[in-house]
């Protein structure tokens, strides 16, 4: 499969809603979230949050990530959300989704990382990606979303390069 990421535009909404649905890990509440999320992201990029989306050779998203600078911090980025078509996981497609965020933070001066999981099972293979990606536990809230249900905050060290920097 050849992939191309880049910026997601407003027609991409529908599949951003589509892909959050399918894969079945989100309460509902979290999917209106996360297109309040990429709405602002393509409407207002970088005012709040940036989106990137990974696209098919019909030009079709099939993944795609949120992320911005983190409030009151110097240099410190979230990622706020990341989901890939289940039809095209375990493809790199991910990988290939949190490498481009990455290096677009850095160009921005960013030097860190956070994202924020939960502890359920079936958020294993996600916490398995983070850590395949250089990710480390760093922190743990015990049942933050749910009784049971632990808050798990992962971060990434980054090189700065500050070509693009917008803050900090
Ligand atoms: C997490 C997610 C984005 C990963 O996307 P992906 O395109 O499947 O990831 P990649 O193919 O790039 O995987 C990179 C590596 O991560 C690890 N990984 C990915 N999915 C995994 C799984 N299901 N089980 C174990 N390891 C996994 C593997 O080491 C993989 O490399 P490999 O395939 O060469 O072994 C995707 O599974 C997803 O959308 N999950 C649901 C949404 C979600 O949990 N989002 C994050 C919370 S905000």
Do not use: N
């Not at 499969?1 to 909404?13: E, P, V």
């Not at 894969?23 to 996360?34: D, I, L, S």
């Not at 990988?95 to 850095?106: K, N, P, Q, Y």
């Amino acid at each position: 499969m050849t992939l191309r990421i880049g910026a997601a535009r407003a027609r991409d909404r529908d599949r951003v809603a589509e892909i959050v649905s399918s894969t079945g890990v989100f309460r509902a509440a979290e999917g209106a979230v996360a297109l309040e999320v990429f709405d602002s992201a393509v409407e207002r990029p970088g005012v709040d949050y940036f989106a990137l989306g990974a696209f098919d050779e019909a030009d079709r998203l099939v993944g795609f990530a949120c992320y911005g600078p983190t409030p009151c911090t110097l240099g410190t980025w979230d990622l706020y959300w990341i989901a890939v078509d289940p039809a095209y996981q375990r493809q790199g497609t991910g990988r290939a989704l949190m490498e481009a965020c990455e290096r677009a933070i850095e160009r921005r001066g960013g030097r860190m990382v956070v994202v924020e999981t939960s502890s359920r099972p079936d958020y294993g293979p996600t916490r398995a990606f983070y850590r395949k990606l250089g990710y480390r536990e760093t922190a743990r809230i015990p049942d933050f979303y749910a009784p049971g249900d632990d808050l798990v905050v992962y971060v990434k060290p980054l090189t700065p390069s500050g070509r693009d920097r917008v803050h900090g």
